[in-house]
Every structure is written in structure tokens, then in C-alpha cells.
């Protein structure tokens, strides 16, 4: 294991497995707010490679705290020159590292989003929970052998 990805699993060592901390993934895309929707394009194609899945593009200043988020779908629709706080969501559906993962599966069910950042108490992101990993233990062993594959 290469030395950036063991401090990952050490620092997700660190929270309890049924949390938001405990079973999120820190490969995630985040940009600066600054840029346009062409410029994101571009940090998407130079970056992708470090996300695991890149269902959302996560907005945030240089401390990290979590300023929007807006989805593929959002950015191609997008002119080239719209500033991306332009059409990002200002208001962020998130769990707090601490949450439970029960918490953060109903979060995920009820706002039917296919990932959910979690920040800590300053609002800085530090990682996503994806809604296949967020059910994952809540259902029942017997009902995954049903589920498409996203849920196994």
C-alpha cells in the first residue's frame, strides 16, 4: 500500500465502522469556486483518475469547507464561461462524521442522492458516502442476493 492511501486508512481507522466517518471514502473531486465550467471540465479530466466514482463535484475554499456541490449533469448543461457558483447548489445535503450509518441512509433515501458528503463540526469535507455503502449492512443479507449488482 502506497504511503498517501495507508494515512487514508489510518485516519478512517480512527472512526467508529458504523459512522459517516467510518465508512466513507476519501477519493472524492472538489474544486475551487473561481472556477468556470470549462475549467472544471478540465480539472475533472486531469483528476478523475483519484476518485473512486464521481457522481458529484464537491465546491470548496482553501480550507476545505464545503461550499456547494453540483452534479455532471449540471456542468455539461453549463456554458463554458459560467462561473460554476453560478449553477452549483448552495444548500448542501450532509452527514457529520459522527453520524450513524443509519442516519446517513435515511439522509441518502430521503434526498434520493447517490452520494453524501461528510464534514466534520467546522464544515470542512472529508469524504462521501456512497449510497451502495450506506446500505450495505442496513439490508438484509437474504434481500441483496435480489438487488440489482450496484447493491452488492
Same mark, same amino acid.
Given at each position: 500500500?502506497?504511503?498517501e %492511501?495507508? %494515512?487514508?486508512?489510518?485516519?478512517?481507522? &480512527?472512526?467508529?465502522?458504523?459512522?459517516?466517518?467510518?465508512?466513507?471514502?476519501?477519493?472524492?473531486?472538489?474544486?475551487?469556486?473561481?472556477?468556470?465550467?470549462e475549467?472544471a471540465?478540465?480539472?475533472l479530466r %486531469?483528476?478523475?483518475?483519484? +476518485?473512486?466514482?464521481?457522481f458529484?463535484v464537491?465546491?470548496?475554499?482553501?480550507?476545505?469547507?464545503?461550499?456547494?456541490?453540483?452534479?455532471?449533469?449540471?456542468?455539461?448543461?453549463?456554458k463554458?464561461? &459560467?462561473p460554476? &457558483?453560478?449553477?452549483?447548489?448552495? /444548500?448542501v445535503?450532509?452527514?457529520?462524521?459522527d453520524?450513524?450509518?443509519?442516519v446517513? +441512509?435515511?439522509?441518502?433515501?430521503?434526498?434520493?442522492?447517490?452520494?453524501?458528503?461528510?464534514v466534520?463540526?467546522?464544515?470542512?469535507?472529508h469524504?462521501?458516502? &456512497?449510497?451502495?455503502? +450506506?446500505?450495505?449492512?442496513?439490508?438484509?443479507?437474504?434481500?441483496k442476493?435480489?438487488?440489482p449488482?450496484?447493491? /452488492?
Amino acid at each position: 500500500m502506497e504511503r498517501e %492511501e495507508a %494515512e487514508d486508512v489510518r485516519r478512517l481507522l &480512527t472512526y467508529p465502522e458504523d459512522t459517516a466517518g467510518g465508512i466513507m471514502n476519501t477519493e472524492f473531486i472538489a474544486i475551487p469556486p473561481h472556477l468556470s465550467a470549462e475549467q472544471a471540465i478540465s480539472v475533472l479530466r %486531469e483528476t478523475a483518475h483519484e +476518485a473512486e466514482t464521481i457522481f458529484y463535484v464537491y465546491v470548496t475554499d482553501g480550507d476545505n469547507h464545503l461550499l456547494g456541490v453540483f452534479s455532471l449533469q449540471d456542468l455539461v448543461l453549463a456554458k463554458p464561461q &459560467t462561473p460554476v &457558483t453560478e449553477f452549483m447548489h448552495h /444548500r448542501v445535503v450532509s452527514a457529520n462524521l459522527d453520524d450513524s450509518q443509519d442516519v446517513v +441512509a435515511q439522509m441518502i433515501s430521503k434526498y434520493n442522492l447517490v452520494a453524501l458528503p461528510v464534514v466534520d463540526g467546522q464544515n470542512r469535507l472529508h469524504g462521501i458516502v &456512497t449510497a451502495d455503502d +450506506a446500505l450495505d449492512k442496513i439490508i438484509p443479507t437474504k434481500w441483496k442476493k435480489r438487488l440489482p449488482r450496484m447493491y /452488492r
